[in-house]
């Protein structure tokens, strides 16, 4: 079946953040859905307006819809594209796999997207491709799952997927936090995964006091940028957070006062690590703990700004060399070629990792006249991220001796 076209996250996305009306569009692609042309594509589409637009649950039902007949969609599909890259994606919200499109907007390369299903066993193509990426959430319940199915999928095609571990990388915080409890000059917070039974149980204090004194950060396993995310003061707070919440379990987690001492304000980072090597994403400074690049509003404080292209422009000999025994540790124990940290320096001067994903957003979508230190810096990481792509490609198609193959095998 070939794959059926659609506009793609990126575009869409990059039109919602200029301020365009994304109404007139999903009306347009609701009238072709009609016609029958690539229905499916269409769906795949409207489900990321929906979500653009705030209805998560609208969306992922448009691409339930889509899935029932259609795994593979195609992006940016141009004639004799240089590169044919296969995307292994999980079937998720708009935030769930690595934002490939976003890494690959000005390079001659067309996207082919397979939505895998780890529960059916049902026989597929595999369109001609060059070369493999595994976009799926390492964080994932289904995370060991998708990567073996992905690993049966590509072995006997001799493909190369970058971005798949050759063992099972957990990136969930506790996980993380464990992984790197004694590594000198790199501090995470210590954490805890708690079933809402044992928050709301009488030994709860006792199971909390393995993470210090209050007050702990809480926030609802499998979230992301802030969602549910509170600093908890108390055990009636605690009681009161999870009284509003309905998640089943939860993560817990000391509080690590990060702000600067000279000015009492919040700096964290967003640092890419393409093929081993760290790259500055972006850098938030705000007066609040609960930082993040939206809430810092960073285009509204020009001596924010202007220190943030200072920590960017001096980034390789002043961040990632300060770091770099931190950096280190964790390109060697995190067993991917492409993922990101949001990160901090607490005041002894230790890199202070809170996150690290394969799905961290990163884009070129900044206005040029407001952030006109951004845009070099992430072209360094689109071409890293190609030159990443280029060295994986099959042997006979970097050398254009012949074209790649359709495979066959289960999905």
């Known amino acids: 079946m070939e794959p059926q076209e659609r506009i793609g996250l990126a575009s869409l996305t990059k039109m919602a953040f200029d301020g365009v009306d994304l109404q007139p569009l999903r009306n347009e692609l609701l009238s072709k859905v009609f016609t029958g042309k690539d229905a499916d594509g269409i769906f ?37 594209a240089r590169t044919k890259l296969l995307v292994f994606a999980e079937p998720s919200h708009i ?18 997207t397979y939505y895998l299903n780890v529960d059916s066993n049902e026989q ?7 070369v493999a990426f595994c976009a799926a959430p390492a964080d994932s319940d289904k995370a060991q799952a998708f990567q073996e199915k992905v690993r049966a999928l590509t072995a006997a095609a001799g493909t190369k997927v970058v971005n798949l571990p050759d063992g099972q990388v957990d990136l969930e915080r506790d996980s993380l936090e464990a992984m790197f409890a004694d590594k000198a000059g790199l501090t995470l917070p210590k954490t805890q995964r708690f079933d809402r039974w044992e928050l709301e149980g009488a030994a709860a204090e006792d199971a909390l006091a393995a993470l210090g ?19 908890i003061e108390s055990r009636d707070a605690l009681s009161d957070y999870l009284f509003e919440r309905n998640e089943a379990a939860f993560f817990v987690s000391e509080f690590i006062r990060y702000a600067t001492p000279e000015d009492g304000f919040y700096r964290k980072y967003r640092v890419i ?14 007066d609040q703990w609960d930082l993040w690049y939206l809430n810092a509003r960073m285009e509204e404080f020009a001596e924010k700004r202007a220190e943030e292209a200072a920590w960017m422009d001096s980034f390789d000999r002043r961040f990632a060399t300060r770091h770099e025994d931190g950096f280190g540790a964790l390109t060697e124990a995190i067993d991917l070629d492409y993922f990101g940290v949001d990160c901090a320096e607490d005041p002894e001067g230790n890199l202070v990792v809170f996150e690290a994903d394969n799905a961290l957003i990163v884009h070129d979508m900044d206005d040029e006249d407001v952030f006109p230190y951004k845009s070099k810096h992430m072209k ?30 289960l999905s």
Not at 101 to 110: C, K, N, R, Y
């Open 95 to 112: 935030g769930g796999n690595t934002p490939i499109e976003f890494l690959l907007q000005d390079a001659d390369v067309e996207i082919l």
């Open 213 to 231: 004194d209050y007050p702990y950060v809480v926030r609802p396993v499998g979230s992301h940028a802030g969602e549910g995310l509170v600093l």
């Open 273 to 286: 690590f393409v093929d081993g090597q760290p790259y500055p994403c972006h850098m938030a400074i705000a």
């Open 380 to 409: 360094r990481i689109f071409e890293a991220f190609e030159a990443l792509l280029d060295k994986n490609r099959r042997a006979e198609t970097s050398q254009e001796t012949t074209e790649p193959t359709p495979t066959r095998r």
């Open 44 to 80: 795949m589409d409207l489900s990321v307006i929906d979500q653009l637009q705030g209805n998560r649950a609208a969306g992922l039902a448009w691409q339930e819809e889509a899935l029932k007949r259609h795994r593979i969609f195609s992006t940016k599909k141009t004639d004799g």
């Open 124 to 130: 597929i193509d595999l369109p001609a491709h060059d």
